[in-house]
Structure formats: structure tokens, C-alpha cells
């Protein structure tokens, strides 16, 4: 009996699933009644003494869960995280010495509930979120499977996580710490990376959250100067790096990842504009021009016209210092900048004519 109980569920669950496959609100309403017969089912098992049924049992809230989260809107986002709450109680009582599966699917309770928090907006439910991407750290971290590849995808995710909810928070010490997490994140994943789509995208927004920390970091007020000179630094291996793996998977045929390479390249043209425009114009042309090996084909125009702003803005800016200034050794080393920037500008205002 208790087999067939199971097995029942098991069906729901399934056409469940599919069901949420589809945009349609009247399916997904259709999937959250699925899941709610399957857990209706698996309630009358005897869940004392058998973790598989425990199990199956989370998922069955796990999956409510997603299916109100996808509806949005703040009574779903409520009811949602009631039902991570219902899957964490059940998965809190399942032993450890599994393979593993327990713990992540406490882990991915965890993160949903924060994200579902997320969603409900506001100072508290923020700090709640926060602490449910904790959870989801720990319940990893904790584990006899912690070298196992799927735990560590679970954990990059988790750290991710974490490190977006910190960068909403305010203040120099929130950012600090979402530098060390987007650190932990990129640990995980690098061997992966590569290799792995998941693992990439886990890599990237690692990054984005890293940048984000460190732009913070940087405009923080400081008497030291060599701070500065440091984030600056970090921020802009960290994008570069970022780009080159957003285009080793755009020369593999993939191009989901374009949004993220864009936002990457356009804060480290900013970064070296402000910082570093010595720096400006062979940034741009290892990117832009084709005859570089390092240039993505076709050119991203969108790129090109944010290349020919940043360097006339920079142009202009050196231009303005005066006939006096140029004649120092400061203005002599910016003339050589000048000039670079002049024929890096004159060669995107060709690629772009040929991009139209």
C-alpha cells in the first residue's frame, strides 16, 4: 500500500514538472495542484525510518514552491516560502551519511526560500534572504561530499547567491565580505569553467558580484592611494578575465552569456577611462579590431559606440589641459596617449562604418 502511495505521487510529481515547462499561469496553477495531491499522498507514508520517503516528500514542497514563485506576486512569494520552509523541517531529519543527494537538495531548499524572500522586497526580508543563502553554505559546507562535483556547483550557486543579496546591502563591510564570496564562488568553478555552461555562468556572475564589491571598495573615501591603485586593478583583471571566458564560449557557438561580456566591457572601458586612459585604447583595440586574435567576429557594435565614447571623452579631457601642461614630462608621457588614443578612435570609427 504505502508502495503504491509513493508511486502515485511519483506520477503527480512528474506531470508536475512538465506542466511547468509552460508560461501559461492556468498550467502552473494546474502543476501546484499536482504537486499538492503528491504531497497529500506522500503525508500518509510513515516517514519515521525511511529518509527516501522524508525525501520525496521535500520535493514535493520544493516543487510547490518553484511553481508559486514563478507566478509571483506577494501572496505567492508568501505561500512559497512556506512551502521551502515545510521541504527544510523534512530535510533537517535526514542523516547525513548519504551521497550526497540530502544535502543538496537542503541546500537548493534554502536558496530558493531566499530567493522567494528576495522577491518579497524590503530591509527584513532582505536580512532573512541573506541568512536562508547562509544556510544553504552551511548545509554544504558540512558535508561528507563536499569534493563531489554536483556539491560544488550547489555551493558556487549558494555562494552567488549570497554574494548578489550582500551587494544590496550598503556600506564598505557588505562589500568586503561579497568580495571573499564571489572569491569562494570562483574556487569552486575553476576548473569547470571552461568546460561546463553551468559552471560558467556560476563563474561570470562570480565576477559581476566581484567587480560590483570592488567599484564599491574603490569609491569609498581613503587617505591611501595605493588602495585605490589596487581595486583598480583587481576590478579590471577580474572583467578581462571575465571576458575571455564569455568569448571562449561565444566562439563555441554559445552566446548567452553576451549580456554579462557587454556589462563587463563597459565598466572596464569606464574603469580605464577614469583611472587608467594610458591604459584605454589597448583595451579597446585587443577587443575591437579584427586583426587582433583576441577579438570576437563579428564586432559587437554596441561595443564599438561604447569604445569611440569613452575615447573622446578621454580626448577631450587631456585636450583641455593647456599648452603649459603638455610641455611637462607628465604632459610629453600624455601626448603619447593622445596620440594613441587619436588612432584608436579614427580605427573604430572605421570598424563601426563597416558594422552598419
Given amino acids: 500500500m504505502k508502495h503504491d502511495l509513493d508511486a502515485l505521487a511519483s506520477v503527480g510529481m512528474e ?3 512538465a506542466l511547468l515547462d509552460s508560461d501559461d499561469p492556468d498550467a502552473i496553477h494546474d502543476a501546484i495542484r499536482c504537486f499538492e495531491e503528491a504531497i497529500d499522498l506522500r503525508g500518509r507514508l510513515p516517514l519515521a525510518g525511511n529518509p527516501g520517503f522524508r525525501y520525496g516528500l521535500a520535493g514535493g514542497w520544493i516543487n510547490r514552491g518553484d511553481a508559486l514563485t514563478r507566478l509571483g506576486g506577494g501572496e505567492h512569494l508568501v505561500e512559497a516560502i512556506k512551502s521551502y520552509s515545510m521541504a527544510i523541517e523534512l530535510l533537517k531529519e535526514l542523516p547525513a551519511s548519504d551521497d550526497g543527494l540530502f544535502a543538496r537538495r537542503l541546500a537548493i531548499a534554502w536558496m530558493n526560500r531566499g530567493l522567494a524572500l528576495e522577491g518579497v522586497k524590503g530591509e527584513a526580508s532582505l536580512a532573512e534572504a541573506t541568512e536562508s543563502y547562509r544556510k544553504a553554505v552551511e548545509a554544504l559546507t558540512h558535508s561528507d561530499h563536499i569534493a563531489a562535483a554536483g556539491h560544488k556547483l550547489v555551493l558556487a550557486s549558494a555562494w552567488v547567491n549570497l554574494g548578489n543579496a550582500l551587494m544590496r546591502s550598503t556600506g564598505s563591510e557588505a562589500a568586503e565580505e561579497a568580495c ?13 569553467e571552461s568546460k561546463e555552461l553551468a559552471a560558467a555562468e556560476a ?4 565576477r559581476h558580484i566581484l567587480c560590483q564589491a570592488l567599484t564599491v571598495l574603490l569609491s569609498a573615501p581613503s587617505d591611501d592611494e595605493s588602495k585605490g591603485t589596487v581595486f583598480v586593478g583587481r576590478i579590471t583583471d577580474t572583467a578581462e578575465d571575465a571576458l575571455r571566458l564569455a568569448q571562449s564560449w ?10 554579462l561580456a557587454t556589462q563587463f566591457f563597459h ?23 579584427p586583426d587582433r586574435v583576441t577579438c570576437l567576429l563579428p564586432v559587437n557594435e554596441s561595443w564599438l559606440a561604447i569604445g569611440r565614447e569613452s575615447l573622446s571623452r578621454v580626448r577631450c579631457g587631456l585636450g583641455r589641459r593647456g599648452f603649459a601642461w603638455l610641455a611637462t614630462p607628465e604632459g610629453i608621457r600624455h601626448l603619447k596617449t593622445l596620440k594613441e588614443l587619436h588612432t584608436t578612435e579614427a580605427r573604430l570609427q572605421v570598424l563601426h562604418a563597416a558594422a552598419r
Fill in 15 to 17: 506531470r508536475g514538472i
Fill in 267 to 289: 565598466l572596464t572601458t569606464l574603469v580605464y577611462e577614469k583611472h587608467q586612459p594610458h591604459f584605454l585604447a589597448e583595451f579597446l583595440r585587443e577587443h575591437l579590431d
Fill in 250 to 259: 561565444e566562439r563555441a557557438g554559445e552566446i548567452r552569456f553576451r549580456p
Fill in 203 to 206: 563563474a561570470l556572475k562570480a
Fill in 180 to 192: 571573499a564570496v564571489a572569491g569562494s564562488a570562483l574556487s569552486l568553478v575553476a576548473e569547470t
